[in-house]
């Protein structure tokens, strides 16, 4: 894989002193927000050395074959890790994200290495991963860093143990700390419960660990499935899932919280699907059960179930955009406030099955979205047409 070009890219910003700073203009409410800023996928399947900007609305534009779902994938790995689940869950095919032509080594160890830098109020904070996939999955090293200061670093020094060895910067009376940590889970999201926080070196390397935690953890993957979109569902939880399978009950819930958002979804399904729509709307069948149908304005419903695919899709990514982590089953950082966070929405194919019209339509409201700091989208595309003339899109191009 090779980038080839860049468009558009806006350059990360930062300086605010910590993440419970007072109150700031809505400006810097944004930059004070963790962010992911750069994707690195130093040896991850099909990629070698690739460092990818991300704005805050990032394409990954080129043809099949090229990594986009791969960078989406390593992307999401590192949420997952950064929420605390184990790497057995995060990499269920570790082999298969190993490179192809790689070697083992003596011990026949192979495995990939994954990273991303998070912007700030700490300024940029890199970390980057290496994780061994065979013999055994493990996660064999790891290193936390800002300002050229290595604040975290693991390595594995007895195989036969299932742990690694973890120095944090201290700069007290002892610059560093030694200690085991677990070789399944990230050192990074686990260092809040190891570190004390009592000398500056200390609260340095909580700060920067919470920033990298909460940049990361505040993702949804999403990938409509408009074959599983068309049937009614059982009221639910009302959070939409990945495949936005339970779309029905999401709409039950939506429409009725927030008049105004829902007339800005009403107004872009209606940019988007074919024929007049006046409202979408939840209907409670007989059996409890609640379908999704758009109101036609003259009498007529039309059941999501009669939508084509490219429609199905077009409704599902327009509600995403226009809902947020209360609504999308994504897992927040619960102990720092919503306004301190940003929700970063991962789309594979996000201009799959639909026409031009729609990808215009979509991108704009992305394009708007993302503006406001309601959002961040990383989406995977392979045509960038529709994004001509539209400010504020980072086009990142992939070569095979």
């Known amino acids: 894989m ?6 558009g890219a806006a350059s ?8 419970s700073s007072s109150v700031l203009s809505v400006g810097e409410a944004h930059a004070a927000r963790p962010r992911v800023t750069e994707l690195r996928l130093s040896a991850f399947a099909g990629h070698r050395r690739a460092a990818l900007p991300l704005g805050a609305f990032t394409l990954f534009a080129g043809p099949s074959g090229c990594g986009k779902t791969t960078a989406l994938r390593a992307y999401e790995a590192l949420a997952r890790l950064g929420a605390g689940a184990g790497v057995g ?3 269920p095919d570790p082999v298969a994200c190993v490179p192809e032509r790689a070697r083992p080594d003596a011990q026949r160890r192979r495995g990939f290495r994954i990273g991303c830098t998070a ?3 700490e300024g940029p904070v890199r970390l980057d991963v290496a994780v061994q996939a065979e013999p055994g999955l493990r996660i064999v090293g790891e290193r936390l860093s800002a300002g050229g200061v290595v604040l975290l670093e693991t390595a594995l020094r007895d195989p036969s143990r299932p742990c690694v060895q973890a120095a944090w910067h201290t700069a007290g009376q002892s610059p560093v700390t030694r200690a085991p940590l677990p070789d399944d889970r990230l050192g990074t999201a686990l260092l809040p419960l190891r570190v004390a926080g009592k000398t500056d070196g200390q609260r340095r390397v909580l700060a920067a660990a919470e920033q990298m935690v909460v940049a990361l953890r505040s993702v949804f993957a999403c990938d409509p499935r408009p074959e599983r979109m068309r049937g009614a569902v059982s009221i639910g939880s009302g959070r939409l899932l990945r495949g936005c399978d339970n779309l029905a009950d999401v709409l039950w819930r939506t429409r009725a919280e927030c008049g105004r958002r829902h007339a800005q979804f009403v107004a872009s399904v209606g940019a988007g699907c074919a024929g007049a729509v006046a409202d979408v709307v939840a209907e409670v069948l007989g059996d409890g059960t609640v379908r999704g149908v758009l109101d036609r304005g003259d009498g007529v419903r039309t059941e999501l179930g009669r939508l084509g695919d490219g ?5 599902a990514l327009s509600l995403v955009l226009l809902t947020g982590p209360g609504v999308l089953e994504v897992d927040p950082v619960g102990e720092v406030p919503a306004a301190m966070q940003t929700l970063t929405v991962l789309a594979d194919g996000l201009d799959r099955g639909l026409d031009s ?4 339509e979509l991108v704009r409201l992305a394009a708007r979205m993302c503006e406001r700091g309601h959002i961040r989208l990383v989406g995977a595309v392979s045509d960038v047409t529709a994004v001509a003339g539209v400010d504020g899109v980072t086009v990142v191009h992939l070569e095979p």
Request: no cysteine.
């Open 12 to 19: 990360p910003v930062s300086g605010v002193a910590s993440l």
């Open 311 to 315: 429609e199905l899709r077009y409704l």
């Open 2 to 7: 090779a980038v080839s070009s860049v468009s």
């Open 89 to 91: 869950e995060v990499f």
């Open 119 to 121: 912007d700030g109020p």
């Open 357 to 360: 019209g729609q990808r215009g």
